[in-house]
């Protein structure tokens, strides 16, 4: 069963700073894996999704590592903005039926 | 395209009333999810369907849970009795391809009292 785990469950910077968000799932025979953003009482939004035959994805700040032999994908945030506090959850898709498996999320908060 | 569609928004309700949360997914979408989020679990897959047919119900937590989707543009959620514990957000998600972008509607806020 995959199972995904994302740590620390929380994490507080200042504004400005460079940050790495981590992801780490059990199975390695995944079909991609995709990070999201969600706000307080609002859905989940996709920011990048990197499927299995790649390394990484870019959109503006946020740069989506996957290493998939490891089981771990990272997204960098590159120069924080207090704009960009939310949670962020990673989820792979994996099995015959292509079910998608979240982790628990990272909240997020820049303090300007 | 408007995205997915969930309604209502919120619902509150009492203990042993049915409950029905409805979703349009985007057009052209096969796959449609059913996902149920709290503090303690995350988020939960309930049911998915692929092509308007139930692949996975895995997640249905009990027999008070059932899911349809009669045709390509509508599915519902039904919660019959709700109990207290049913309370949630619960979101339905919609995709093309196994390979594409998933995208979540807004979600239901269930409270049941």
């Known amino acids: 069963k995959q199972e995904v785990t994302q740590i620390p469950a929380a994490l507080s910077v200042p504004e400005g700073e460079n940050l790495v968000l981590n992801c780490s799932f059990t199975?390695?025979?995944?079909?991609?894996l995709q990070w999201f953003r969600q706000d307080p009482g609002k859905g989940l939004t996709s920011l990048l999704l990197?499927?299995?035959?790649?390394r990484e994805q870019t959109s503006g700040r946020l740069n989506a590592s996957l290493d998939k032999s490891s089981g771990r994908s990272t997204l960098y945030i590159a120069a924080s903005q207090p704009g960009d506090s939310a949670t962020y959850l990673c989820?792979?898709?994996?099995?015959?039926?292509?079910?998608?498996?979240f982790g628990k999320g990272i909240t997020l908060s820049v303090r300007p | 395209d408007a995205g997915v569609i969930q309604s209502p928004r919120h619902e509150v309700t009492e203990m042993g009333q049915e409950v029905t949360l409805r979703c349009k997914p985007i057009?052209?979408?096969?796959?449609l999810f059913w996902y149920r989020q709290t503090m303690m679990r995350g988020l939960e897959l309930l049911i998915y369907?692929?092509?308007?047919?139930?692949?996975?119900d895995s997640g249905m937590p009990e027999d008070r849970f059932s899911a349809k989707m009669p045709n390509a543009s509508f599915s519902t959620l039904k919660i019959q009795p709700s109990e207290p514990r049913d309370s949630a957000v619960y979101f339905c998600?919609?995709?093309?391809?196994?390979?594409?972008?998933?995208?979540f509607g807004s979600g239901t806020q269930l409270s049941v009292l």
């Open positions: 998600a919609t995709r093309g391809q196994p390979y594409e972008k998933l995208f």
């Open positions: 199975d390695s025979a995944i079909y991609n």
């Open positions: 990197i499927q299995s035959s790649q």
């Open positions: 989820a792979v898709v994996t099995g015959a039926n292509s079910k998608l498996t």
């Open positions: 057009s052209g979408h096969n796959s």
């Open positions: 369907f692929n092509n308007n047919v139930p692949i996975d």
